[in-house]
């Protein structure tokens, strides 16, 4: 998946590890940079906006942490899965999977399977 949609997902799962407390932005130790994201997420629904790409994710979720998400900067739908702590699903724009894990004190971690690599973040 592309590096700002990782980005997304990264800070979706661990604003969902940090019981949904308010984060308004993500380090991403890859490049060694925040970058500013903001908005609602809930059990239900998420509707964020990332200000570095001024682009829109937004989705339904089923209430048992599955998600249906789509990426406003590719026009491209997300399958999101969460669960005490640990994520799962697959980005249609690269046809590939992703899993990770996100910890309380905000810190994720995904395997990018269309990269073969693993990247860090913390929210």
Same mark, same amino acid.
């Not at 997902?9 to 308010?22: E, F, H, P, S, W």
């Not at 991403?28 to 059990?43: L, N, P």
């Given at each position: 998946? +592309?590096?700002? $949609?990782?980005?997304? %997902? @990264?800070?979706? @799962?661990?604003?969902?590890? /940090? ?5 308004? &932005? %993500? *380090?991403? =130790?890859?490049?060694?940079?925040? *970058? ?10 998420? @509707? ?6 001024? &682009? ?7 209430? &048992?942490?599955?998600?249906?998400? !789509?990426?406003? &900067? ?5 399958? =999101? /899965?969460? /669960? #005490?702590?640990? =994520? #799962?699903?697959? +980005? ?5 999977? !992703?899993?990770? /894990? @996100?910890?309380?004190?905000? #810190? ?6 269309? $990269? ?8």
């Amino acid at each position: 998946m +592309d590096t700002q $949609t990782r980005r997304r %997902i @990264a800070y979706v @799962a661990g604003r969902l590890a /940090k019981l949904n407390t308010a984060a308004g &932005s %993500i *380090y991403d =130790f890859q490049s060694g940079q925040h *970058y500013f994201i903001s908005g609602d997420i809930t059990h239900s629904n998420v @509707a964020i906006f990332d200000y570095t790409t001024s &682009s829109h994710m937004s989705g339904g979720g089923d209430g &048992s942490g599955g998600y249906n998400l !789509f990426d406003y &900067s590719n026009s491209q739908y997300i399958d =999101f /899965k969460y /669960k #005490e702590g640990t =994520f #799962e699903g697959f +980005d249609y724009a690269s046809g590939s999977h !992703f899993n990770g /894990k @996100a910890s309380i004190n905000g #810190e994720v971690g995904i395997f990018d399977y269309s $990269t073969g690599q693993y990247y860090s973040f913390t929210v």
